[in-house]
């Protein structure tokens, strides 16, 4: 029989990679240099949901609720790693806010302005990749995985 560690480990393994993740994202923005694209800062903001989340669980590890919040925001950063995926394997059309080939050129003083600012990062772009894997691709297979061991610990615990 396979044991599952109780819910107030599980929030601290949830809690563990949250930081992790934000802290490697952080590293690989400021440190390496790899600027993200709007798509990178918007999977970060479930991890920071998660943190925040965790402690809460941490000192009502008893309440089903934290754990649906858990799950929910798992499932939701899924979704937007998930649509990061897709624009950068050409699965999935990018919209005009993620791409920089949105320039008026019509207009020669807001084309001057344009071009002395630093252009935003593609979304379909994927600058830092680990062992050829995109950062998106590890993000959606994370949240995939924390999103079945938390409907796993949900369950489990219910039926003991």
């Known amino acids: ?11 601290l393994v949830i809690l563990f990679i949250s930081l992790i993740s934000i802290i490697s994202a952080l590293y690989i923005e400021y440190i390496l240099q790899y600027e993200p694209c709007k ?32 799950i929910m925001i798992f ?41 002395n600012k630093s252009m935003p990062i593609d979304c379909k772009d994927a600058t830092f990749k680990i062992f050829g894997v995109s950062l998106a691709a590890i993000n959606t297979i994370l949240s995939i995985l924390i999103v079945i061991f938390s409907i796993r610990t949900l369950t489990y615990e219910k039926n003991q």
């Open 75 to 115: 499932a939701i950063s899924s979704i937007i790693s998930g649509y990061h995926f897709g624009i950068e394997n050409n699965l999935i059309e990018e919209t005009s806010s993620c791409s920089n080939n949105s320039l008026d050129i019509s207009n020669k003083s807001k084309l001057l302005e344009t071009l």
């Open 39 to 70: 798509l990178c800062n918007y999977q970060r903001l479930p991890y920071i949901a998660a943190i925040f989340v965790s402690f809460i669980g941490l000192n009502y590890s008893g309440n089903d609720k934290i754990l649906i919040i858990i």
């Open 1 to 11: 029989m396979v044991q599952f560690p109780n819910r107030k480990n599980f929030y």
